[in-house]
């Protein structure tokens, strides 16, 4: 079921969400100052890429205060934005009855781009 989610997701726009994620990613790489957040968003990108059977868990393994600067960041330059036009996605889908399963997948995003630091993706 999650392959055919992520099928549909794909060819529904998630292609080209991703594909963006990772142009902007490789632009923050590079520089050496923007590489933490490139790596932020090649991780988002690849969850972007197939959201269905992955979960999104917080690393145990603190980065301290890097990790609380950073996210901060991250929020204002673009991340609150971002997880903004994945909540109003997720809101348009929750309407439909079929659009549930993809409105959950963007509730998902919301989570990780809102503060990506300090969080991991895993086999759900």
Not at 32 to 50: A, D, T, Y
Not at 75 to 96: E, P, Q
């Amino acid at each position: 079921m999650n392959a055919i989610g992520n099928l549909i997701w794909l060819i529904a726009g998630g292609f080209f969400s991703a594909l963006g994620y990772f142009i902007v990613g490789f632009v923050f790489c590079v520089t050496i100052i923007g590489i933490p957040f490139g790596i932020q968003c090649f991780k988002i990108g690849m969850l972007v890429l197939m959201p269905f059977g992955k979960k999104i868990v917080t690393t145990s393994s603190s980065g301290g205060c890097l990790t609380l600067l950073f996210n901060l960041i991250w929020i204002v330059t673009g991340g609150l934005y971002t997880a903004c036009i994945h909540l109003i996605f997720a809101f348009l889908l929750f309407i439909t009855i079929i659009g549930i399963p993809f409105g959950r997948q963007h509730l998902k995003l919301v989570e990780l781009t809102l503060a990506p630091f300090g969080k991991t993706i895993v086999d759900a």
